[in-house]
């Protein structure tokens, strides 16, 4: 029997998945489910769920937490996690299992066009740091949080790629 | 003066590149194909009978180098050149190249492309041409002061946009003076690293207009038509996403009005080929010329669902001098379309361009669904271009009927490895204020002003909670059993006994 | 009378099953698929928005059975079934069954599939309704002696066909007295294994004739029309192969005067919903009635894309008891549509049927194209059904335009891993009798007498041996370094140095 | 340095694929080929042959004779050799490199309707062999050519599946 935390958006889901007695069963938040699962490679499976059928695509590493399904044309974000493993976290009071960002990094290939932040300086949700040139379009990289500076990898002019480092919050 | 074409050379990549060589195996037209190092095994490159390499994935130094394309058309024996849209589509330097080297240039005069292309020279054109035109100025960027006061005049929003123009690139809305400056010269500065020309100029902003636009189309014997509307309203960086035709606004008495405005330009302009006349339209109903696109749109699909008419093949026959077989009378627009631009954007990232390669690649069909892609299953999405992947086009015999079969193709459409705008969609697709046709171009900031889409409820998260812990269940299983290697797993194989209770629809 | 339809349940599998559920989510119906074992997996499953399991493979174990089809649509809550054709789609015991449990059955009533169902009675109905018949007898099989004397009057080539057939099952040409007893044991027997029901009859058999049938459409009020002609007459084994809209031998005189007589047939049958009147036309124009089927046809889309009109909607309609919303004035028929069914089957080796599993599976799009499929990339063909894996339909302006896409598309479908019918269909597009419109039944035994189909010249044999030895090249390359795992072989980086020389054009 | 004999229909292509200069060479029957290929995954290439661009697929076993290319929307039958060993077998006089099909078996699952011959009986080509059922139809199996049965692995009322023997030849 596996145990599984997993949160979609703002709901947690508490599941089972039970091969004890020789066949499957699923219990979701305590409510037991009618699941067939056909592997289709890959990632990819069919679902039917009390007769509702769903082909869907788990992105991400089989280790990772973080996952996304695709799902009736959605992409949606999942965590899942060991169901004790969580409990443990969360006693301890760590918080979310996503790690915090304190870096900020290229989602994309691009040009430095701008460093609108220096190491020290205080931002606040929503403050520019970089402009950086990708795809021909200037785009701006706001701070998601507030926080402190650490250091700033980057100057104008730098070619960067894809997850490169650009800036450390502290 | 009409001269048969027999073999064209696509100067484009992508989706447009496979619908032009599409129509040209339609036609009987051999296609030649061009790619850069990065495209060496695009679709485009797979679907026509030719294919030549003309340099580094840069499109400065591949798709955009005039001299490569035209010395491979040459070497094999193109007669004509269609440049698609982008790239070399709307420069007239490189139209008058190709004229010059004896290979038709599928597209208008290079003088018209020239005219048109200068956005500044085009506003003169449409007020002769007796178009209202939005108020605004042109002013010289070194003398900010002066053009600031001129603004104040117009009175705030005001819209900057780069006098080369196009695709939203140098183009900044202020809404506040002391913003001005800072607009003026990013702008500029975005002009000059997209077009090679930093002129910008201003105009009167429309809170919330309607982009409407009209397909024209021109012989080169002074016949002229339009082909009904299309609205672009739905936006973001100022780039359509969303597309129909009909505009659920028009009617026929405006039709006739901004599509007689459409021909007027075309002829002021001495236009030859399919074009786009753009305006802008107010909460009133009065509408201002925007721009025209001197080239083939990308949303040309919508118009062609609802009017059955092949545009491209159009082009080839204007192209090779023969007259319109068409007249007005012959457009009649039945049913509506609605296309859906797939790019590889994260749309809760603001639309940041997203890369990868598609691990999972199934487009949707069916009755009244067209998909027009440039990619392929394991197609990587290179950084250097434009992040349109594909486009996906549905009729129905009314917009309800097109926006229910959007979101069942929007829902088949299967593709993985790399996040895109099919999900945007799909959830555009059941707003109401979109299902009313209450359309502007500042629809989706008022509609989604934190960049969230999302059409989940209770019951699909459950389901991709339970999805996800399946997968995970049986990937542990896998890497502890070291069985299952064949794509069906144990899981499977067990479960088959249990499923006459799937049967029995008991629980 | 009229009653909304909620939710409908596709008794059938493959292609149609999924293009019945795609009309229902275009309609915003729930849509309940059903699956056998080995169809778990498969794409109809995938796309509904319920599946329910409803026994082993065999067909006779799963979508044949009335009672589970039954239970299922009741215990989930469907207000009617959609049988589509084939399985259950002409069984009036079944359509009964479904009316007794209170569905709405998508269809005519019970007694009209009876009675039109009954080839024999069938033949007595058109007789009645005015429509010409072939010559021909019943008999009794007991009887072969008196049988054969009759079979002598109406004088040979005769056809034996199976009372309760369709799909060519249990027919057979026979074109010399001594083969009348072997004809007719075979096809009973075909018959009886077929469709539990031995009877066969005899007519006279028409050298070359076209087949030529009419889509009809009936609502419960009385109103009955036909939505213009489909020519299908290149089959393989009595099954058609690639049918078209309109026929290239059509007048619109004859169009009236068939038209009339499928509708005649219809009113004097009661026939409700979509049905297909089918007749052999003779060379000098003249026709007979063959049958009505009374079911939607495989080939329904060639008719969707020239009239514009979906036809399951229609039978939705219909079907809710609400009158036809269409006149025959508004059945226009532009452009013309062909139809290529795509099957496992071995052209070369007399369509013999193949099977195995989908290692690549890529669908060719863009304007003019359909496709309606039942299978996706890694489908397995299972053995137990039709070999039908898909339909591809191209529509062109005029009849030359949709020859032209269809060789496109023929050309952009990617599917390997099992034999199909796709290089048939593109050796056939280049037939010139084909081309010409000189059709018939026998087109195929005429044109292709060895079953050989290629289209291979001096050129593509080369490209074939280089593919081939290249390929070769590689894989032995794999083998002795190990390395290439990823796709791309040593082979192209290497290669890329010289890529140059394909831009400069120098060989 | 690489040389086969590939035959295509009644077409033979002398192939030689040389790698000694550093870069690939094409000759195909005495005439320098200018080719470019990229490998698309399985056995997909993307082929562009002076200036042609074809895809192709090329499937059967990496070591068999007989491959299927699909070019262009057509199913093409190739056979492929060592160029050497094709010559020691022609002067051998060992003819076609496919083996003589000695065996009739079953192209698919079916059931048997009927078994028209005995061992020992000569049939000539054409005559018909065996009735089958598969996909609902009757399929009659004929000989390919003359010879003597030599036995006979089937019964009316067998199931077989693909690839059954169901028929020898002498």
């Not at chain 1, 091969?19 to 499957?24: A, L």
């Not at chain 2, 040309?300 to 192209?319: C, M, N, R, S, W």
């Not at chain 2, 440039?374 to 250097?384: K, Q």
Request: aromatic share 6%; charged share 25%; net charge negative.
């Amino acid at each position: 029997m596996r145990h599984y935390l997993v949160t979609v958006d703002d709901k947690e889901y508490n599941i089972t998945i039970d091969t004890r007695s020789g066949s499957y069963r699923i219990n979701c938040n305590d409510q037991e489910i009618s699941a067939d699962a056909t592997f289709l490679g890959e990632s990819r499976s069919l679902l039917i769920v009390d007769g509702h059928s769903y082909e869907v695509d788990v992105r991400g590493n089989g280790y990772d937490s973080s996952q996304v399904v695709l799902l009736r044309g959605m992409e949606i974000p999942v965590q899942i996690e060991d169901y004790n493993l969580a409990q443990l976290r969360k006693t301890a009071g760590m918080g979310s299992a996503a790690k915090i960002q304190k870096d900020v990094r290229a989602a994309m290939p691009g040009l430095i066009l701008e460093v609108k932040v220096k190491p020290g300086e205080h931002v606040v949700a929503g403050q520019p740091l970089l402009v950086v040139e990708a795809m021909k379009m200037e785009n701006i990289i706001k701070a998601v949080g507030d926080g402190v500076i650490k250091s700033v990898a980057v100057t104008k002019g730098d070619s960067i790629d894809k997850g490169d480092k650009m800036l450390e919050f502290e | 003066m009409s001269r048969q074409i027999k073999k064209i050379l696509i100067a484009n990549r992508g989706e447009i590149a496979v619908r032009v060589i599409r129509a040209c195996r339609d036609q009987e037209i051999t296609s030649v194909a061009v790619f850069s190092e990065c495209d060496r095994s695009a679709y485009h490159v797979r679907i026509a009978d030719e294919a030549y390499y003309i340099g580094p994935s840069p499109s400065s130094e591949s798709y955009l180098v005039h001299e490569k394309i035209i010395e491979v058309a040459l070497s094999c024996g193109a007669d004509a050149i269609h440049p698609g849209y982008g790239f070399l589509a709307e420069n007239s330097v490189f139209a008058q190249k190709c004229v010059d080297a004896g290979l038709t240039f599928i597209g208008p005069k290079p003088e018209t492309i020239a005219l048109l292309g200068d956005k500044l020279q085009a506003r003169q054109v449409a007020i002769k041409a007796g178009l209202p035109v939005t108020p605004g100025f042109e002013f010289d960027i070194d003398n900010l002061e002066s053009a600031k006061r001129e603004a104040d005049k117009v009175g705030y929003p005001i819209l900057v946009k780069a006098a080369a123009g196009g695709g939203g690139k140098g183009m900044r809305v202020v809404h506040k003076p002391d913003e001005f400056a800072e607009a003026i010269t990013t702008a500029s500065r975005e002009a000059t690293s997209a077009f090679g020309d930093g002129r910008v100029y201003v105009e009167k902003y429309l809170v919330r207009p309607r982009h409407i636009e009209f397909q024209i189309l021109c012989d080169q014997h002074g016949n002229c038509l339009h082909l009904g509307e299309r609205e672009c309203s739905i936006q973001r960086r100022h780039q359509k996403v969303i597309e129909e035709c009909p505009s659920p606004m028009m009617t026929p008495e405006l039709r006739e009005t901004m599509g007689a405005a459409a021909v007027n330009i075309a002829r002021e302009s001495g236009y030859i080929g399919a074009g786009t006349v753009e305006f802008l339209v107010d909460e009133d109903h009065s509408f201002y010329f925007l721009e025209v696109n001197t080239r083939l749109q990308v949303e040309h699909p919508v118009t062609e669902l609802v009017t059955g008419i092949d545009l491209i093949k159009q082009q080839f026959h204007v192209a090779e001098g023969k007259r319109l077989s068409l007249t007005q009378d012959d457009i009649v627009l039945n049913g509506h379309a609605i296309e859906y631009r797939i790019y590889a954007e994260d749309p809760q990232a603001g639309f940041m361009p997203s890369t990868g390669t598609l691990k999972n690649y199934r487009i949707p069909a069916g009755p009244g669904v067209r998909v027009d892609s440039g990619v392929v299953i394991h197609s990587e999405i290179p950084i250097y271009y434009d992040p349109m992947i594909a486009k996906l086009s549905v009729w129905g015999q009314d917009r309800m009927e097109a926006i229910r079969r959007g979101r069942r193709a929007l829902e088949e459409y299967r593709l993985a490895g790399v996040t895109t705008t099919i999900g945007f969609h799909r959830v555009v697709m059941d707003n109401q204020t979109f299902i009313d046709g209450n359309l502007s171009t500042r629809f989706l900031e008022e509609e989604y002003p934190d960049n969230k889409y999302s059409l989940l409820n209770d019951s699909l998260k459950q389901k991709a909670a339970i999805a996800t812990a399946i997968d995970r269940f049986v990937k542990e299983r896998r890497i502890m059993t070291q069985q299952g290697k064949q794509g069906e797993s144990g899981w499977l194989r067990r479960h088959r006994a249990d499923t006459v209770k799937h049967f029995s629809g008991s629980k």
